[in-house]
Structure formats: structure tokens, C-alpha cells
């Protein structure tokens, strides 16, 4: 309690410092700073060699080895310039986050002195050990030579810090043997089968400037902040993220008054320091806000091309952790770090965009006559409803089955929701052709003085996992802790395949033929509507009509990766050149491991906590009890203290036992469901019994934070 009580006392005292460089340094002046973006190419590579990359960089022609060691030269006399010393190759294993090791540019030269060097050898191909990182079976433990090799596609950039500078390489990581060994290889093999397909359907459509079709990301962020020294002193956050135990604060978020709020100055400090960091990475960071959760927050960057933004979620989410505890703060990125109120997820705003500006995805005024959006609308909801079971594993992990289905949290079935206005367009379509649109408005207010409004043509559903809001689509049900790279992987190749199919189709039909293409488009609708939904996704009637439509319902992690592992996913992966079978493979055996050792942790620890901190404050609290006397309300709590505390340590033994078998069960995939059916139930037993007692042990007495103080203190 003392330290509670200190950490408390010293949080009411903060005051945010008053500096100078918050004017000083404005977005303009300082964005990209830390990058080596066009205009810093322009400065340094000769005007052949920044033409040639930047052709690559479009997608235009392939990489040319030839330049990679003028790029080299450029680059690190950049990096020089900026004081950087080192350089690495960044990239994202199968860990779920980034992997980096660091080498100086000094080289010595034998007479005491060195230079800086930096060969396009460097620049182009690295070698982590491969042995420690998750392989699924595709390298043991002696196999340790793996490489990395340069994504010109995403930009080298600075990790500038107090005492040095990084210049860092986004990479992609493959295995000594060729196989993908990272979360970056499939997606970019995904964005090109995108494009693949897509440029083919223009082509029927008469467009012949168009070179390359992309997928854009723009995702949303949610994560929480707590106070850093309220934070650690709770084991559960520190080791595993969430709160392992915690009894409802007679306050949460039911006044709904934490959303869209004023923003405290402690947060907003870190914000303005977030931005600019981000700024200077070259990073689009637009939107700051509060979210609905006391002690929520949110951020959102501008839309990127996916591979781009998905790396720059990644060093959002670094970025973040590194300057919370400047702050004071602790970061928390789990999905559900707190029970009883919202949790927090990535909300990818995913859209089609062409090389020459053109986004796929726009309906425009007339939605009904536009035959190319619909054409690539329709290919997307029948990719979604044929490949929902996959679409649900990508996202699928043990933080998010805290999540899903609740607190504006989509629910585990993967559907769309259209609008009112597509829906009614797609339900036309089903029915032969479509003819109308319903309008779009505006708002008179009734007030002289305030403007009318004007009035999208459809609402928006918080309760759909892939909503359509606008000219894009929102993938709302992928984690918040997550890597981006797999959920939009598995979206591309899935609408990949509906692209083909379509432009199959289109073979057989001359260019202008409409009415061919609007048969083949209301026929893919009719066999693919039992997708779109409209209405509250939390719904027990919505869950009993996606029962009756056939779409899948798999609530848990083990009960949707299987998904990964059939026939179906197999053929799907391998046809798009994406992943091979082995290299799915692998990516199903990490994430059934991955589900096992979260999953083992919380459990550990769980009864750590329970053992150490909770049962000895309990079986104090009796004691004071049973030397305060026999008087009629003593007796009464001290009876209720002494049934929750042989509880505690029934519930204890119970969860011992459990994890025990769970670690006998045999295979990983029968230890994964012993845990979801066996382990995670009894340690919620345990739970359930440890906040009880919070509830009539001694504030003096209980030695964790509390969720009123985490929640509200800061």
C-alpha cells in the first residue's frame, strides 16, 4: 500500500515541463527528417541512378544489382551526414514484432585508423542467425544461416536516439533453403497477385495507361496508458500485458465521458512527442484522440501502400513504447488489458488504388452505373464470404479472443456491412441489374447560425468486422498488438483469387459488353450475399442467422487455425505463388506454439501472483480479523474472508493441476485445446474467487493496483 499510495501522491503532483521546441519544431518543417525519401535520393545519387531506383521503387522494372553500390554510397553518406555510426537490417519474424542487429561502418585500416564503409553487398543482403527465431519446422535448432535482402519498396530511415544513430533497412527474411521465415515476403508476393488479377479487369474495361494495382492500409491504432509506477508494481502487466486479476472500479466507462474528451496534458505531451516522431520517420500520423475506455487512446496515419504502412504500424507501435516511459507511462498494447471495458484493436482501412491515382474502391455519385467499382466490389464480398473461415484466423491469437465479440469489438463471424446504399444496389444487382442509388442529403441544424451538414448516403456499424465506410473498407477485427502483414496477406490473396475468377470470365466476353458482366456480377452476388449483414453483429438472433446462412463461427483461436491447414487454404496460398505448402505449414505450427506459451505464461503467473501476493494479504486480513474480536459484524466478514481463502487455495491447486495435464496432453494442438477448454476456464475460476476478496480485503492490505487507480490516475 505504500507504494500505491507514493505512486498516487506523486501522479497528483505531475506537471507537463514547458518547452520551447513544441513551436519550435513544426510538422512541416521536420517530416521525413529521418528518412531517405525522393528528395534526399535526389541530393545524393546521381540523377541514372535515382531514375533507375525510383522505377524499381515503382514497380516498374526490377531491381538492378548494377546500382547497388552507387545507392550504397548515397545512402551512408546520408546516414554519415545525419551522425549515424551503425546500420541494421530490419525486419519482422515470425515473433510479432521486429528483429534487428547492428553494424558499424568503421573499418580499420591497419595503421590505427579507420574509414566508413558500406558496400551495396551490405546494403542488398544480410545474415541473422535463423536458428533462434520461429521456423515451424523448417530449420532445427544446428540449421542457423538465414538472410535478409533489401525491400526497396519501403524506405530506409534513422532510429536516432539519445547517444547515437541507426541507419535501418526494412528487409525481408528468408530461410537458408528460399522459404519465407518472415510476415513481409508473403504480403508483397500477395500485393502483386492483387495486381496481377486487377490490371487484367482493366484491361476489359478499355484502360490501358494503368501499369500496377495496390492495396492501400491506413490503420487505425488503439492502445492504452497507464501510470509507469502503478504499472509495475503489478506483475501481470509486466510479464504479460494484461491484468491477470482486478475487481470492476465502482467507475468505468459507463458515462461514456472518456470519448473524443479533453485530453489530459500528460497524454497530450506524449502525443505531441509521438507525433513528431513520427513525423520525422516520415510516418503520416494525423489523428489523436481519446477513446472510449478511461485511459484509452487511439492514433490513425493517412493511407499508405501496405507494405509501407504495415511497416510503419511497427514503428508506430516501437515508437510508442520507447517514449511512454519519458512520460511516466506505462504502454499497453494488448487487446484486452483490462476487463469489463473496451478493449483495443487495429482498424485497417484497406482500399485498391492504380499507379496513375485511381481508387478502385470509390463508388462515386452514382454507385448503380459505375460497372468497374462494382466489378471489384463484387470480387471482394464474394472473396470474403469463400474465404471468411481464413480471414478469421489471420486474426486469431490468444489477446484477441478476449476481445472479440463485445465492448465494440466485432464478433468472431466475419461479415460486411454495405450501407444502405450499396446494399441496396448489390440487392438490385442480385435481382438482375441495378438502376438506382438512393441519395445522399444534408442537415439543417435549425439554427441560423450553424451550416447544414452534408449527409453520407449510409451510417456506419461498429459491430461489423468489414464494414464499408466510404471508399474503402474497414477490417476491424484484427488486434491490437498484431503485426498487420498476415491479416492483410490473407484479405489480398483471398480477393486475389475473385479477381481471377472475374477476369476469367471476362475473357469470354468482348470489351462493352455490359450486360455479360452484369450477369456474371448478379450471379457471384446470388451465391455470395449470405455475407452482408447490416444489422447489430453482438445479436443472439444475428449469431443464430449466420448459424442458418452456413457462415462460419469460430469464437476461439483453436477452433479457427485449422482453417489454415485444409485442402482449401492450401490450394489457395500455392496457386498465388504466396506461400508454399511447407511455409504455410510452418506459419499454422507457430501460431498453435505462440497460443501455448501466451497462454502458459498467464497461467504461470497467475498463480504466482495468487500464491505470493494475494493469499498471504487474505490470510493477513483474517488474522487482523480474528484479533479484532467476536463481534457480530467481525465474524460475519471474517466467516466470508475464511470461505473465499479456502476457495483461493482450491482454485490455486485447480489450476496447478490443470496446466500440469495440459502440458501432457501430447501434441502442440492438443496442449493449445487443453488449455482453451481446461486451463483458461480454471484460471478465470481463480480469478473470479481473487477479486472477490479485493472487494472485502483491507485497501490497506491488498498489494496490487487497483483498476480505479490504473484506470483514472494518470
Known sequence: MTARRTAIETISNHRVASTQEYLEFAGADIYGEYVFHEVAQRQYLAKPIFRRLQRTIDGLEPFDPVIADAVAHGVKEWALAHGATHFTHWFVPMTGSTAEKHDSFLTPLGDGRTIAEFSGKNLIQGEPDASSFPSGGIRATF???????????????????????????????VSFTGEALDHKIPLLRSQEAVGREAVRILRWFGNTSTNRVFTNIGPEQEYFLVDRRLAEQRPDL?????????????????????????????????????????????????????????????????????????DHNMVVMATMRRLAPQHGLAFLIHEKPFAGINGSGKHNNWSMATDDGENLLDPGNDPHENAQFLAFLVSVIRGVNVHADLLRASIADAGNDHRLGANEAPPAIVSIFLGSQLED??????????????????????????????????????????????????????????PIY?????????????????????EGLEPGDFEGLTRILSK??????????????????????????????????????????????????????????????????????????????????????????ILPAAVRYLGELSAAGAGKGVAAVSKRVGALVDGLVDAIEALEHAQHAAHEAGSVEAEARAFAEVVIPAQGALREVADELETVVSDELWPLPKYRELLFAY
Not at 489 to 495: M, Y
Not at 542 to 548: D, F, L, R
Not at 578 to 584: P, T
Request: negative net charge.
Open 425 to 482: 444496389v448489390i440487392e438490385q444487382l442480385a435481382r438482375g441489374s441495378a438502376s438506382a442509388s438512393k441519395r445522399s442529403g444534408s442537415l439543417e441544424l435549425g439554427v441560423t447560425s450553424l451550416p447544414s451538414l452534408s449527409m453520407d448516403a449510409t451510417d456506419r456499424n461498429r459491430t461489423s468486422p468489414f464494414a464499408f465506410t466510404g471508399n474503402k473498407f474497414e477490417f476491424r477485427a484484427v488486434g491490437s498488438s498484431a
Open 524 to 613: 457471384t452476388v446470388k451465391e455470395n450475399r449470405q455475407v452482408l449483414f447490416e444489422g447489430n453483429g453482438y445479436s443472439e438472433e444475428w449469431h443464430a442467422e449466420a448459424a442458418k446462412r452456413g457462415l462460419p463461427n469460430n469464437k476461439s483461436t483453436v477452433d479457427a487455425l485449422p482453417a489454415l491447414a485444409s485442402s482449401k487454404a492450401k490450394g489457395l496460398f500455392s496457386a498465388f505463388g504466396v506461400l508454399s505448402e511447407r511455409e504455410l505449414a510452418a506459419r499454422v505450427d507457430i501460431s498453435w506454439e505462440r497460443y501455448v506459451k501466451v497462454s502458459n505464461i498467464e497461467a504461470a503467473c497467475a498463480l504466482d501472483i495468487a500464491r505470493t501476493m
Open 486 to 506: 498476415w491479416p492483410q496477406t490473407v484479405l489480398n490473396v483471398a480477393v486475389a483469387e475473385s479477381l481471377k475468377e472475374l477476369a476469367d470470365a471476362l
Open 238 to 310: 509486466v510479464l504479460t500485458g494484461r491484468t491477470l486479476f482486478g475487481a470492476p472500479s465502482p467507475k468505468g466507462q459507463e458515462l461514456e465521458d472518456q470519448y473524443f474528451g479533453s485530453i489530459r496534458p500528460r497524454i497530450l505531451a506524449f502525443m505531441m512527442d509521438l507525433d513528431r516522431e513520427l513525423w520525422r520517420l516520415g510516418v503520416p500520423a494525423r489523428t489523436r484522440h481519446n477513446e472510449v475506455a478511461p485511459g484509452q487512446f487511439e492514433m490513425a496515419p493517412v493511407y499508405e501502400p501496405t507494405s509501407v504502412g504495415s
Open 143 to 173: 540449421e542457423a544461416r538465414g538472410y535478409t535482402a533489401w525491400d526497396v519498396t519501403s524506405p530506409i530511415f534513422l532510429q536516432v536516439e539519445p547517444n547515437g544513430v541507426t541507419m535501418t533497412i526494412p528487409t525481408a527474411y
